[in-house]
């Protein structure tokens, strides 16, 4: 079983930024399909972007040009770099590993394992 862990949410001003980790002490993600979602309160849980191999990262409108996910060199380790932060993107943030096609990335359904989560909030 993957058990993964989110870390690096907080408090962060509009166009402010945040960096997100996800690691997991018992796999490297090598196999996976890495996703970060997110969820605000009364609202479904949301895609935001995908690492997969092969092809480039992958993300969610409200995502392009402002965050970027990426592996880091210890290899059970991907981040999540928000920049230009708004007040939309308060959430809790998870990351979650599966092996979805291209066509069911951004389903929650298709991911095996999910973190705890980690709250980001964006003031006004």
């Known amino acids: 079983q993957v058990q993964l862990v989110e870390s690096g949410g907080g408090l962060a001003q509009a166009g402010g930024s945040l960096r997100l980790s996800c690691t997991t002490p018992?796999?490297?993600?090598?196999?996976?399909?890495v996703s970060w979602f997110r969820q605000a309160p009364g609202k479904e849980r949301e895609f935001v972007a995908a690492?997969?191999?092969?092809?480039?990262?992958y993300y969610a409108d409200s995502a392009k040009g402002r965050f970027a996910i990426s592996r880091g060199n210890v290899r059970n380790t991907v981040y999540l770099q928000m920049d230009t932060l708004k007040p939309e993107d308060t959430a809790v943030y998870y990351c979650?590993?599966?092996?979805?096609?291209?066509?069911?990335?951004?389903?929650?359904?298709?991911?095996?394992?999910w973190g705890q989560g980690t709250q980001v909030t964006v003031s006004s």
């Open positions: 690492l997969r191999r092969p092809g480039n990262p």
């Open positions: 979650a590993v599966g092996r979805p096609v291209l066509s069911s990335i951004r389903n929650p359904e298709m991911y095996y394992y």
């Open positions: 018992e796999s490297t993600f090598d196999s996976y399909v």
